[in-house]
């Protein structure tokens, strides 16, 4: 299926998390021709599932380039998908059909990894609803935390929002100093025990990470419970960072929604030495596409 020396390539990327999914298609100069948008697309949903949103939203990239079979054939598609590390996720993956001259899967956050850093060495960390580090370093791979919530994802939102929960319900004891930030979060339950109990037994990690904003209000307000939840999230986000260095980063990029509201409470060495993103995870899903254009 590949296509001659003369014709054109395409590179498509994708980029799918847990709350939703992009797609870019670009020409080899790097011009955009092509993008579109579906839902989240993770394989959390099962794999069948994920591979219809990927497909939902290159398929809208492909119609806004105007592509037709032919220019389809040509296309290197490079894709990042959540929960690829699942047992059997990626078999399932490279066993679907495709029209394209090449496919290529990673995780969504070594696609974040290779777009932050133009595909070179380079480690990022994600602080999100959930937190990893994650990174390459000639030919090695590294990791730091990232193993799920509650058990992992130390300084994300949900840890964030868990520790709010959880001072809330000791201050309604009178086990702990009640400040605005843990009314607030018990209004939420009706400053009802019960209600809390209700809720946790159906809550995931995106609900309690819903709390993260809250928690950090109060914390830029001054409140001291507020603030001393997010110092220690700040702290292991810290920790993330000098790791990722010690294990030979070469360049370390902070990323995710938490990546903006702790920056400030970063320790000044760490704050230091963040470098911004070159790319956002499209940008590296087609770094991989193109990659397999020099691997062929």
């Known amino acids: 299926?590949?296509?001659?020396?003369?014709?054109?390539?395409?590179?498509?990327?994708?980029?799918?998390?847990?709350?939703?999914?992009?797609?870019?298609?670009?020409?080899?100069?790097?011009t955009v021709l092509g993008q579109g948008l579906s839902g989240p697309a993770t394989t959390r949903l099962g794999v069948d599932a994920a591979w219809a949103s990927v497909a939902r939203a290159f398929g809208a990239a492909i119609d806004e380039?105007?592509?037709?079979?032919?220019?389809?054939?040509?296309?290197?598609?490079?894709?990042?998908?959540?929960?690829?590390?699942?047992?059997?996720?990626?078999?399932?993956?490279t066993a679907v059909a495709h029209p394209f001259a090449s496919i290529a899967f990673v995780s969504d956050g070594v696609g974040a990894c290779l777009g932050a850093h133009s595909g070179r060495d380079g480690a990022i960390v994600i602080a999100g609803t959930g937190s990893i580090g994650?990174?390459?370093?000639?030919?090695?791979?590294?990791?730091?935390?990232?193993y799920g919530f509650p058990m992992s994802d130390?300084?994300?939102?949900?840890?964030?929002?868990?520790?709010?929960?959880?001072?809330?319900?000791?201050?309604?004891?009178?086990?702990?100093?009640?400040?605005?930030?843990?009314?607030?979060?018990?209004?939420?339950?009706?400053?009802?025990?019960?209600?809390?109990?209700?809720?946790?037994?159906?809550?995931?990690?995106?609900?309690?990470?819903?709390?993260?904003p809250m928690v950090i209000r109060h914390a830029d307000q001054g409140d001291a419970v507020g603030r001393r939840i997010v110092q220690s999230a700040a702290e292991h986000v810290d920790t993330f960072v000098r790791v990722l260095f010690e294990k030979g980063a070469p360049r370390v990029t902070l990323l995710g929604g938490l990546s903006s509201p702790l920056e400030p409470w970063l320790a000044p060495d760490v704050r230091r030495r963040l470098k911004p993103a070159d790319g956002d995870a499209v940008s590296g899903a087609i770094i991989l596409a193109r990659k397999s254009l020099h691997a062929s």
């Open 1 to 30: 299926m590949s296509a001659g020396s003369g014709s054109p390539h395409f590179f498509l990327g994708v980029d799918g998390g847990g709350t939703g999914c992009r797609a870019r298609i670009e020409d080899e100069t790097g």
């Open 65 to 93: 380039a105007g592509f037709g079979n032919s220019e389809i054939a040509r296309i290197r598609a490079g894709i990042g998908l959540a929960g690829i590390g699942r047992k059997g996720a990626l078999e399932a993956l």
């Open 134 to 146: 994650l990174g390459f370093v000639e030919g090695r791979d590294l990791r730091v935390g990232g």
């Open 154 to 212: 130390e300084g994300s939102g949900a840890d964030l929002g868990l520790k709010a929960v959880q001072l809330a319900l000791r201050a309604h004891d009178g086990r702990h100093e009640r400040t605005a930030l843990l009314s607030e979060v018990m209004q939420r339950f009706k400053d009802d025990p019960v209600e809390a109990v209700a809720w946790m037994d159906r809550a995931t990690a995106t609900d309690y990470a819903a709390l993260a």
